[in-house]
């Protein structure tokens, strides 16, 4: 999983390139940082708390401070990005010249979707960028900054609202989409296989087989690490008791969800308060 900033960087780029199949096992952590994630090749199915979308081959995603959001495949096919994450001193700047809005407006967007040229432009844009931190020195911070403000700029300017790619690959996945989203929306009521379907209006034996040949994973496994990972949240960044987070969490008891939490994760939700906090 992509790590967050190194202590005195105020930066970070990789690329990433996964197998077919390839699948987050738990959320990325956005905490007090932003990121940007290029699509080079694939496409990956993104949810987090407040929203679920695609992301294909070309579309750049904006990723706000405070969330957490977990993607995984949609097809057979590998793929590649380029993550940056960076701090608020790299877009002060800019912020100052676009307005706070309008920086929120690309994060709102959530995946912008450019043109052909355009997607050339920015992929030629994060070379640069790439090199400079491959090669970082005494200047790379400055000269990364003014990059990071034109790419941004870019996608400001060049942006595709509401294209119909992306309209067409919803349509395709919504079912999908939708459950997501429902699951995540009633976690706490632990739904069920039946009732998440019958809430999209399809057959619980067909969305049992869009998670597996989907997501290559069971829909109560699915379930179960939405769950988890609502605990771990919850364990580091609340005060709530091991009861009170079993509940929000959508265990039954407290005992069966330190059961499922130390079977999951190799370690008691208790301790893992106190080793991560």
Known sequence: MPLPLKPGYNFNLERIVRPPYYEMNSAEAYTDFYGISYMVSGDRLIYSPTFTT????????????????????????????????????????LIKTIGVASFEELCLE????????????????LREMEQEWNSYGEYSELLLKGLLNKLIITSLRKRVISGVNMIN????????????????????????LE???????????????????????????????????????????????????????GFSSSAYFSDCFKRVCGIAPLQYRKQNR
């Open 195 to 249: 009732e998440t379907a019958a809430h999209i209006n399809i057959s619980p034996s067909y969305l049992s087989k869009l998670f597996v040949n989907r997501l290559h994973t069971p829909y109560s496994t699915f379930v179960l690490n939405e769950k988890i990972a609502l605990a771990r949240k919850l364990l580091l960044e609340s005060k709530l008791s091991m009861t009170e987070i079993a509940f929000e969490s």
């Open 110 to 125: 959530h995946v912008l979707r450019f043109d052909k040229s355009t997607q050339t432009e920015i992929y030629g844009i």
């Open 169 to 192: 690959w919803e349509k395709k996945h919504d079912c999908l989409a939708n459950a997501i989203k429902y699951i995540k929306i009633h976690l706490r009521n632990n739904p069920s």
């Open 54 to 93: 695609i992301a294909q081959a070309g579309d750049m995603v904006f990723i706000p401070k405070n969330v957490y959001r977990r993607t995984t495949y949609i097809s057979g096919e590998p793929y590649e990005r380029i993550l940056i994450k960076f701090s608020d001193s790299m877009i002060e700047d």
